[in-house]
DNA sequence: GTATCTGCAAATTCTTTGCAATGTC
DNA sequence: GACATTGCAAAGAATTTGCAGATAC
């Protein structure tokens, strides 16, 4: 489902940088939003096909990064060999837990952000983003 | 500087997996300990061909990836197109705070090392690892 | 001596790019 | 109608792999 706004904020970030909203756009926007779990960009694609869309590898990878830049989309690096991405937009923000065998657990904990703030502060640093991820088995596995 | 004890945690491992005490093992060893900063494979590589070693990337690679299982290097992911490494041992263990310039800074928190078992805990799930890499930018640089 | 290693170059994997045809504004 | 966009296939970048000769144990 796309998230009510998110068509707005899309349309906003290509009016002010000069680019067009076309099908292929449009339809990438809304099966990022479709598809509630992290993601690579070859899955994206497969899914598109799948559902008949005629769109290329090359203009996924392309809108992605504009997606990316709007804000509406993350990019996340969990080591492995690709890049994964999860929507953003009605989202509050979260960080993740990766277990070893492959679960993904989302998490929020106010205390650690504030710690993350505090530190930087320190620093001299203005935190714009960040990125924390857990790795870990399930007490019960081992 | 081969910190004291890494050759022996290097050599108990290759033992224990049948593995090989080469020349250039020992090579890239030496030299993933000299350099007290974060590289990457081809980084050691032109180093390691600068001061006259005969070792082939396809080796560096390899012998990374032992040194990353035997626990004396981590592989870190700072969101460019390669991954970077830093020796383990004899440090503490501690998070990045990355400059939008590029610059690295290394901290520690033990309070927020305590949050994140806690977090873990909660979700059923033991910490083997974790990452966190805080962006942002220098407060008198905008 | 045998099994592991190494270097090489080719192969893979993920992602980006140049270009001619096409679609938006 | 101008300029951005698309798909394609080729290029790129980082990393991995197969193999034949070299080396550690």
Redesign the pocket.
Same mark, same amino acid.
């Given at each position: 489902m796309l998230e009510p706004g998110a068509l707005e904020i899309f349309k906003a970030h290509?009016k002010k940088n000069?680019?067009?909203?076309?099908?292929?756009?449009f339809q990438i926007l809304e099966e990022v939003f479709e598809t509630h779990e992290h993601f690579? $960009?070859?899955e994206l694609l497969d899914i598109l096909k799948d559902k008949g869309f005629?769109?290329?590898?090359?203009?996924v990878?392309?809108?992605l990064?504009v997606l990316v830049q709007c804000g509406l989309v993350n990019k996340l690096n969990f080591g492995g060999?690709? $890049?994964k991405y999860e929507h953003v937009y009605g989202h509050t923000h979260h960080d993740h837990i990766i277990t070893d065998d492959g679960e993904i657990i989302e998490f929020y904990d106010e205390r650690i952000e504030e710690l993350q703030k505090e530190i930087a502060e320190k620093h001299g640093i203005v935190l714009t983003n960040h990125v924390m991820q857990l790795y870990g088995y399930k007490k019960d596995s081992k």
């Open positions: 290509l000069n680019l067009k909203f076309t099908t292929e756009r690579e $960009a070859d005629r769109v290329s590898r090359a203009t990878y392309r809108t990064d060999s690709s $890049a």
